[in-house]
């Protein structure tokens, strides 16, 4: 180390503890010491929203935040009444208890939740075990004909949450939803009344699959939350019936939802490492994605598959002396793909974090269902090393050639084309989709772009196909210069329909006005999801749009960013459209509004539409 670098670290560590002692009873200190380098920093390479954003979000959701929600890593070196005071000088709010009035409960008859799958519904992330995000005009209820009737039926807020990013699960008349309150809620579909709510450890994202634990007539709810435990809940009562923690590492979390398939519970595991993994004193970085197939019935662990097959080693130490290992990353952010006719689970994996980039990085896997053997693996982008903070000439933690963060995010789709030709389709951060062979190790069939690509698009979360087509939803976010993240009201958005036979885009449909709004977007991020004839798609402004499928036209939208009156007597506002998408089941449509990531406003509101009147 030159002599210069030890004083800049002399440097920096007096003025850390002259800044710790200012900031014992200051939260604007406290702010400004543990805070103020990611949420006063404009540039989208570090997602996280700023003052004015956090003053749109309640003081308890913010705690909660900061006590076990992605902050926790980063709030380390707070206590409780610091974590107390910063929440409510970021807010202007006080920590106050809101009033509700019953809790919007159900009437004391409830109806059984008896043969659920005889009614239509929409079960786990994307609806099937291929994932596809339709819906069959028979399930559905919503057809080209009467989607232009949906009105809003009712609206649930979650209480204290800063943030609304779980996508509903239909099944049996009751929706299934987990909130950023620290809840999973089982609703009444037509009314939305309360029937039951279980207390997680921590916020549930994933969305929640349904089924049948064994041979007795009793139905499950499994989910993940975001300190990497999988839960199996009576979907009748609420009851727990097991809890298992998945991975140790403190990063770790569960995002996409689990695949429950002939009595095994298929869970990946992600993380946010590639974002707590910037800190110049954090050892970069050691997490693994994976895949932990579970016991429907137990819990009791049946194998776990690592996307890295290799152990993080000791690489070299940053400019301050820390030490670094690699490789690391690979995280499982959506939901596993079943293939019973191969036996075969598929799974898409992020970006590496550290030197040496993995060959298993943003690729699609192909694990044995039985073992979690490795069947094959196919990466797409290779070479992408990425963590948070690494603008140029930065190089405390960032790895050697910093990659371009073109992860997946969404699940890959398997579809039967109607000459028998079977595909896996997927869209990727690059904004380039891919169609691969399922039946031959992954081999790349085609592959066509459609979005410029970046840290926040190309296409992020999901995608949606029937047999002919695969519908793609194109974030590419991009930000105005100047100050805080300022969203540019004239980039990014867009939605594809793509031929799955050849890749020949068929359909395009451009990126419609965010509306007038401060902080606006025309990206299209959050999962999309399609009935025949209809294509949904919901956009950081806030707007969910109906598109017609043979033309593009827009057949129904709605501004989802305002405020709400709620059947559970929590104050609720809509916002940002990212994430999950629509549910549709039955002739109703359910949707989470509020994203509260860079720049997107802030919402805690669950949205039933409806096309009937009763």
Known sequence: MSGLTRLAVVIAVVLRFAASAAAETDPGALYARDCARCHDVASPDIRAPGPDDMKAMTTKGIIRALESGS?????????????????AWLTGKPLVSEPVANGGRCPNVVPAFVRPFDRPGWNGWGADLANTRSRPASAAGITVDNVARLKLKWAFGFAGAISANAQPTVVGGRVFVGGGDRKVHALDARTGCVIWEF???APVRTAIMIGRAGVEEQYVAYFGDVRANAYAVDA?????????????????????????????VYVPVSSIEEFTGASGDYQCCSFRGSVVALDARTGARVWKTFTIPEQPRPTKKNPVGTQLFGPSGAAVWSAPTVDVERNALYVATGNSYSNPPADTSDAVIALDLNTGQMLWHRQLTANDAYITGCPPGRSINCPDDHGPDHDFGQSPILVRLANGKRILAIAQKSGVVHALDPDHDGEILWLTRVGKGGTLGGSQWGSAADRDRIYVAISDVRFRAGGRLLLDPLAG?????????????????????????????????????????????????GYLRAYATANGVILWEIDTARDYATVNGVTAHGGAMDGPGPTIADGMLFVNSGYALWGGRPGNVLLAFSVRDD
């Open 71 to 87: 902050m926790k890593p980063l709030a380390r070196n707070l206590s409780a009444q610091e974590r107390v005071a910063v929440a």
């Open 199 to 201: 207390a997680s450890d």
């Open 236 to 264: 009748a009562t609420g009851a727990l019936l097991w809890k298992l923690k998945l991975d140790e590492h403190p990063a770790a979390r569960v995002i996409g939802a689990p695949t429950l398939y002939g009595g095994i």
């Open 493 to 541: 958005g867009g939605l594809f329909g793509l031929d799955l036979a050849s890749g020949k885009v068929s359909l395009t449909i451009p990126p419609s006005s965010c509306g007038e709004r401060t902080q606006c977007s025309p990206a299209q991020s959050a999962a999309v999801t399609m009935v025949p004839g209809v294509v949904f798609s919901g956009g950081v402004s």
